[in-house]
T-cell receptor, first 116, second 114 residues
Framework: DTGVSQDPRHKITKRGQNVTFRCDPI?????LYWYRQTLGQGPEFLTYFQNEAQLEKSRLLSDRFSAERPKGSFSTLEIQRTEQGDSAMYLCASSPRLGAPGTEAFFGQGTRLTVV | DQQVKQNSPSLSVQEGRISILNCDYT??????FLWYKKYPAEGPTFLISISSIKDKNEDGRFTVFLNKSAKHLSLHIVPSQPGDSAVYFCAASAPLRGAQKLVFGQGTRLTINP
C-alpha cells in the first residue's frame, strides 16, 4: 500500500493524558499536513511541513499540541494534557512538490481520538 | 468565520437521477476549488477540481460548475449510482508558502436510493 498511513486508527484516552499519533506520507511527497475533523464539520487545517520544516501553524493548534517531522519523512502529532474538546478525527495528508490540480492533498484514513 | 459553506447537511436522490450538491464561499483569493468524497472510517478522497479562471469542468459522470460573481459552485453527478452514497466536501485552495491550504465546507451527506 503506497498511500498515506496513520497509526493508530483509534485511540481512547483519559482526560489529562498525553497522546501521540504517527503519519507516514507517500514516499515521494515532501509536503505534509495535519487536519482535524470534528463531528458534523469538515476538516480544519492544523499545520504544514515542507520536508522537516514546520512552515505554518493554525491558531487552532494550542500550546498543548506539537508536531514534528524529523528528517522530512514521517510526522508525529502530540497532544499533551488532553481535554474532552480534543476528541476528533485527526487526518494527515501529503502532497508532491509540483502537482497537478487535485494533488493538493492525499489523505490518510485518520486517527479517531476519544477523550473520556 | 466559515469561508466555505455547504448549507445542505444531507441530500437524498433516486438512483439514475441527477444529484446536485452546492457550495458557497466568501474569499475571492481562493484559486482552486475541489470536491472530496468521504466514506465512513476513511479519509477524504479527491473527486474533481476547477480553477478559478474556469466556469465548468467535467470528468465522466461528475461536473463542477463555478459562478465567481455569486461565489458559488456546484457538483453535478449524473446518473447517480448507489456507490455514490457518501459525504461530499467542498474545499477551496489557497496558496500557503509553497503549498496549498485547503479550507473545507461542513459536508453534505448524499444518499442514493435504489
Amino acid at each position: 500500500d503506497t498511500g498515506v498511513s496513520q497509526d493508530p486508527r483509534h485511540k481512547i484516552t483519559k482526560r489529562g493524558q498525553n497522546v501521540t499519533f504517527r503519519c507516514d506520507p507517500i514516499s515521494e511527497h515532501n509536503r505534509l499536513y495535519w487536519y482535524r475533523q470534528t463531528l458534523g464539520q469538515g476538516p480544519e487545517f492544523l499545520t504544514y511541513f515542507q520536508n522537516e520544516a514546520q512552515l505554518e501553524k493554525s491558531r487552532l493548534l494550542s500550546d498543548r499540541f506539537s508536531a514534528e517531522r524529523p528528517k522530512g519523512s514521517f510526522s508525529t502529532l502530540e497532544i499533551q494534557r488532553t481535554e474532552q474538546g480534543d476528541s476528533a478525527m485527526y487526518l494527515c495528508a501529503s502532497s508532491p512538490r509540483l502537482g497537478a490540480p487535485g494533488t493538493e492533498a492525499f489523505f490518510g484514513q485518520g486517527t479517531r481520538l476519544t477523550v473520556v | 468565520d466559515q469561508q466555505v459553506k455547504q448549507n445542505s447537511p444531507s441530500l437524498s436522490v433516486q438512483e439514475g437521477r441527477i444529484s446536485i450538491l452546492n457550495c458557497d464561499y466568501t474569499n475571492s483569493m481562493f484559486d482552486y476549488f475541489l470536491w472530496y468524497k468521504k466514506y465512513p472510517a476513511e479519509g477524504p478522497t479527491f473527486l474533481i477540481s476547477i480553477s478559478s479562471i474556469k466556469d465548468k469542468n467535467e470528468d465522466g459522470r461528475f461536473t463542477v460548475f463555478l459562478n465567481k460573481s455569486a461565489k458559488h459552485l456546484s457538483l453535478h453527478i449524473v446518473p447517480s449510482q448507489p456507490g455514490d452514497s457518501a459525504v461530499y466536501f467542498c474545499a477551496a485552495s489557497a496558496p500557503l508558502r509553497g503549498a496549498q491550504k485547503l479550507v473545507f465546507g461542513q459536508g453534505t451527506r448524499l444518499t442514493i436510493n435504489p
